[in-house]
């Protein structure tokens, strides 16, 4: 394969010692040596999530919308009604969930890179919600909402409070104690800087409770066997094994050097660098509140999925297309995975040059 330089949202590089775990044997699970690596995987995820000690991890097979999914079937029934963020296609997956599953919802609908206002979660008060819902960062169109503003609103109308930070986690502050937030969501290929194939979710005592009290019809998706067996530090079924290890690996990485706060502000540090070198060229920033995790660019003088495939064909660069409506018009440049400010100056070499040469 070309070497590329990955500035998508996801799978994203992974660092050396991540990538030798993925080259090794994957081992037997059924062991007290697997159990310790799921604990201390528990342990670590808890630390970075600033989780609750009796807070729980379950760690599922299948892509972050598998914990999105695990998180509805789980938690919500039909005596249940969510107040859902729509912001972009990562909210209407959880409209599209609550559908399926005939759970009833409202949703609160944003318009490309627009922002939760106070103005307008007022309008949403003291109603007949059980859940609140939120993709914290919505990473089709880079907007990160305002965590105590949700807080807030959910203490006041007593909301379970379900947030996805599957691209956030480890790239925006998260306080899962501060901000009272029953279900954290994460998946393996954004921020872990892991192969995709891992899913977590996880869950303060009031969402276990409910986990142990609700009546799931399905086998895979049931919490409740996950949290029996995570007991024990296992899985019902047989885990992607070596992507836990890598998993294990990059988490330990991360907590001895520096932590959660030095990771955040490392990927905070990239996105700086590349939004203060940006300024001259034809593009616009999508929102005035964007996650660490990504920028989003409007273009102003070419189609963005040619800026897209250019890079691909011609630089050996990736950025991140967007789809439907947005395609000739967002593309999304990551700043998490393992990556330098060396790396970015490329990418802005490559947009100089594409600019010389009248492509943009
Ligand atoms: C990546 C992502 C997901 C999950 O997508 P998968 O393709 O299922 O891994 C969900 N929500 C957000 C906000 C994401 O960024």
């Not at 009546?215 to 949290?227: D, R």
């Not at 907590?255 to 990927?267: A, Q, Y």
């Not at 963005?304 to 593309?331: M, Q, S, T």
Request: include cysteine; aromatic fraction near 8%; charge should be negative.
């Amino acid at each position: 394969m070309k070497e590329m330089i990955n500035f998508t949202v996801g799978p994203v590089q992974a660092n050396e010692d991540v990538l030798k775990v993925g080259g090794e044997q994957v081992p037997y699970f059924r062991t007290e040596e697997f159990s310790n690596v799921m604990f201390e995987n528990e342990r670590l995820v808890k630390k970075f999530a600033k989780a609750s000690d009796d807070s729980k991890v379950v760690f599922l097979t299948g892509s972050g919308t598998a914990a999105m999914e695990a998180s509805i079937i789980n938690t919500l029934n039909n005596n249940d009604k969510a107040l859902i963020v729509n912001g972009g296609s990562f909210g209407q997956r959880f409209i599209d969930l609550c559908q399926i599953y005939e759970n009833p919802y409202d949703e609160i609908k944003l318009s490309v890179g627009e922002t939760l206002t106070k103005e307008i979660l007022d309008k949403y008060n003291a109603l007949d919600y059980t859940t609140f819902i939120v993709n914290i960062h919505e990473t089709s169109t880079g907007v990160h909402y305002d965590l105590d503003l949700i807080r807030d609103f959910c203490n006041k109308n007593d909301l379970f409070l379900i947030v996805d930070a599957i691209s956030s986690f480890l790239a925006d502050p998260i306080d899962m104690q501060n901000s009272k937030i029953d279900i954290m969501i994460t998946s393996s290929q954004k921020s872990l800087a892991c192969p995709p194939g891992i899913s977590i979710l996880v869950l303060s005592s009031r969402a276990v409770n409910k986990v142990y009290n609700a009546n799931v019809k399905g086998l895979y998706f049931n919490l409740k066997i996950a949290l029996e067996n995570a007991k024990r530090g296992q899985t019902p079924f047989t885990p992607a094994v070596g992507i836990l290890r890598q998993i294990n690996t990059r988490l330990k990485s991360i907590d001895e050097n520096g932590g959660v706060e030095s990771e955040i502000k490392n990927v905070e540090s990239l996105a700086l660098y590349f939004r203060n070198n940006i300024k001259d060229l034809p593009f616009k920033l999508v929102t005035s509140s964007p996650s660490n995790a990504i920028t989003a660019l409007m273009t102003l003088t070419a189609s963005a999925n040619d800026i897209f495939l250019e890079l691909k064909d011609h630089y050996n660069i990736w950025v991140c297309p967007n789809g439907g409506e947005l395609k000739d018009k967002v593309f999304r440049v990551g700043h998490i995975g393992h990556l330098t400010k060396n790396d970015f100056d490329k990418l802005i070499d490559a947009f100089k040059d594409m600019q010389k040469r009248g492509l943009i």
